[in-house]
């Protein structure tokens, strides 16, 4: 099978091949993990100019674009774009994003099923008339969890009878390692360890899961909580509330900014991954720490949901309850932490990893293609 992988979104800083898939690492890792199922994979990337490379067996065409500006980073050139996927003749096109109807539509004109993929997408748009005419003809939809598809059925952005695939947008290549060398590396201490990898802002609720960690710290040994983030708009809340806590605040420590390969070693040193978002279009952080054997406590969120089978790893609380989180910390910490994170390595490689999500996606392709050849192909 032949499949075209399309991504429009421009990259602002106008950096080209390899120094781009090096930037955006989960788009040639997808790729590579369709490539690795069975699939002759091709990967077209809007882009300031026209250029070409080849990453792990995948050819990547950049289109060069024109940009007008706004959000998302689309260019104005569908019709370069569809011209430069139909040159690899596929038998499938797989476009990353709802939010690029003038592309989705030209591609789907192509006469060939065409699945598209949520990449956080806003089902409110106000732009929702052109999105649902450029998606008319899509063949299949995917969202890490077909929950997080209700609200574009219900403002008929996708048509009803659609199929919608349960995939995650992408997985890591994080690997779990020795705890003890982990610890030693980082200096990560904590009995248990707690990790936070996240913005602090509203939607990932630093808050809330602070004040779980405080109730929770006197029914604990020892225990320990890690801040790593970049974005921090509630900075300056969060060390309020430690400076009004002086027992919390010897027990909370802001990292700040991390270096990617050092939240690896992070996540194979902690015992806990919390983060209590109020929403997600997948969860790169959770797939990071489930792979390094981090058990989660997390929000019971549609995308956490479907990451952790409704709870079967690790712990889904309501979001913004710190008396959930505080008792999810307290009841698993009781627990046998090594067999805890055996579980937590187990269901990462057995349903989230990258060759799993290869096959999970060349599944998807080959169920719309059926479809597609069915609807089109009937003999009169």
Same mark, same amino acid.
């Given at each position: 099978?032949?499949?075209?992988?399309?991504?429009?979104?421009?990259?602002?800083?106008?950096?080209?091949?390899?120094?781009?898939?090096?930037?955006?690492?989960?788009?040639?890792?997808?790729?590579?993990?369709?490539?690795?199922?069975?699939?002759?994979?091709?990967?077209?990337?809007?882009?300031?100019?026209?250029?070409?490379?080849?990453?792990?067996?995948?050819?990547?065409?950049?289109?060069?674009?024109?940009?007008?500006?706004?959000?998302?980073?689309?260019?104005?050139?569908?019709?370069?774009?569809?011209?430069?996927?139909?040159?690899?003749?596929?038998?499938?096109?797989?476009?990353?994003?709802?939010?690029?109807?003038?592309?989705?539509?030209?591609?789907?004109?192509?006469?060939?099923?065409?699945?598209?993929?949520?990449?956080?997408?806003?089902?409110?748009?106000?732009?929702?008339?052109?999105?649902?005419?450029?998606?008319?003809?899509? $063949?299949?939809?995917?969202?890490?969890?077909?929950?997080?598809?209700?609200?574009?059925?219900?403002?008929?952005?996708?048509?009803?009878?659609?199929?919608?695939?349960?995939?995650?947008?992408?997985?890591?290549?994080?690997?779990?390692?020795?705890?003890?060398?982990?610890?030693?590396?980082?200096?990560?201490?904590?009995?248990?360890?707690?990790?936070?990898?996240?913005?602090?802002?509203?939607?990932?609720?630093?808050? $809330?899961?602070?004040?779980?960690?405080?109730?929770?710290?006197?029914?604990?040994?020892?225990?320990?909580?890690?801040?790593?983030?970049?974005?921090?708009?509630?900075?300056?809340?969060?060390?309020?509330?430690?400076?009004?806590?002086?027992?919390?605040?010897?027990?909370?420590?802001?990292?700040?900014?991390?270096?990617?390969?050092?939240?690896?070693?992070?996540?194979?040193?902690?015992?806990?991954?919390?983060?209590?978002?109020?929403?997600?279009?997948?969860?790169?952080?959770?797939?990071?720490?489930?792979?390094?054997?981090?058990?989660?406590?997390?929000?019971?969120?549609?995308?956490?949901?479907?990451? $952790?089978?409704?709870? $079967?790893?690790?712990?889904?609380?309501?979001?913004?309850?710190?008396?959930?989180?505080?008792?999810?910390?307290?009841?698993?910490?009781?627990?046998?932490?090594?067999?805890?994170?055996?579980?937590?390595?187990?269901?990462?490689?057995?349903?989230?990893?990258?060759?799993?999500?290869?096959?999970?996606?060349?599944?998807?392709?080959?169920?719309?293609?059926?479809?597609?050849?069915?609807?089109?192909?009937?003999?009169?």
């Amino acid at each position: 099978m032949r499949v075209v992988q399309v991504n429009c979104t421009r990259d602002p800083l106008q950096r080209n091949g390899d120094t781009l898939l090096d930037a955006w690492p989960t788009l040639p890792a997808v790729a590579s993990a369709v490539r690795e199922a069975g699939a002759q994979v091709s990967v077209v990337q809007s882009a300031h100019e026209d250029a070409e490379c080849e990453r792990d067996g995948v050819p990547f065409r950049f289109v060069a674009e024109p940009w007008l500006g706004g959000r998302p980073a689309a260019g104005y050139a569908p019709l370069r774009v569809r011209r430069a996927v139909g040159a690899f003749c596929p038998d499938v096109v797989h476009v990353n994003g709802l939010g690029f109807p003038f592309h989705t539509r030209a591609l789907s004109s192509l006469g060939v099923p065409v699945l598209v993929q949520d990449h956080a997408d806003n089902p409110g748009s106000r732009l929702n008339s052109l999105r649902r005419w450029g998606l008319k003809h899509v $063949t299949g939809f995917a969202f890490t969890s077909r929950e997080q598809a209700s609200p574009f059925l219900q403002n008929r952005s996708i048509r009803e009878g659609v199929p919608i695939f349960a995939i995650p947008e992408s997985s890591t290549h994080f690997r779990d390692g020795d705890v003890r060398e982990a610890r030693r590396t980082t200096g990560l201490y904590g009995n248990p360890a707690v990790l936070w990898v996240g913005h602090l802002n509203e939607n990932k609720d630093p808050l $809330t899961i602070l004040a779980a960690f405080a109730q929770a710290s006197g029914r604990l040994p020892d225990p320990h909580l890690w801040f790593c983030y970049t974005e921090a708009p509630l900075l300056t809340r969060v060390e309020a509330r430690l400076a009004a806590d002086r027992e919390l605040g010897s027990r909370v420590h802001l990292l700040g900014p991390v270096p990617h390969d050092r939240v690896e070693w992070l996540c194979r040193a902690a015992d806990f991954f919390v983060l209590a978002s109020r929403r997600e279009s997948c969860g790169f952080a959770l797939l990071e720490a489930l792979a390094c054997g981090a058990t989660p406590i997390v929000s019971d969120i549609p995308a956490f949901r479907a990451i $952790t089978e409704s709870g $079967t790893v690790g712990a889904l609380c309501k979001p913004a309850d710190a008396n959930a989180f505080a008792a999810a910390l307290v009841a698993l910490a009781h627990e046998n932490i090594d067999a805890l994170r055996a579980k937590a390595i187990a269901h990462f490689r057995s349903g989230l990893s990258f060759p799993v999500l290869g096959k999970k996606l060349l599944a998807a392709y080959e169920a719309i293609a059926d479809l597609y050849a069915q609807a089109h192909c009937r003999t009169p």
